[in-house]
């Protein structure tokens, strides 16, 4: 069973960093393509930050410059750090990993950006 736990969220100032971590377990994420995704109250989830298998990244235009996704498949962990954090950052976080035609979710972890 493929379980995805995020973790590293918490309470920030503005302009403050962050790293976030997501573990994998029951299946290796070597090979596949990782996401972050967050969701603000009242709003739809977006996406955050993607890496390719391969290692090649793509950004929310509005994260551009400040995070940064990276993956070390030995440690089955994809991480995000979030550098310059604002107050429009507040969200939860989420997980995605893409198997075939089906997406796997953690249970998100909650980043709230104080001014």
């Known amino acids: 069973q493929v379980r995805l736990v995020e973790s590293g969220g918490g309470l920030v100032q503005a302009g403050g960093s962050l790293r976030l971590s997501c573990a994998a377990s029951?299946?290796?994420?070597?090979?596949?393509?990782m996401g972050w995704y967050r969701q603000a109250p009242g709003k739809q989830r977006e996406l955050v930050a993607h890496i390719t298998s391969g290692g090649s990244t793509n950004y929310a235009d509005s994260v551009k410059g400040r995070f940064t996704i990276s993956r070390d498949n030995a440690k089955n962990t994809v991480y995000l750090q979030m550098n310059s954090l604002k107050p429009e950052d507040t969200a939860v976080y989420y997980c995605?990993?893409?198997?075939?035609?089906?997406?796997?979710w953690g249970q998100g972890t909650q980043v709230s950006v104080s001014e």
């Open positions: 995605r990993m893409a198997i075939n035609a089906y997406y796997y």
């Open positions: 029951g299946s290796f994420i070597s090979g596949k393509g």
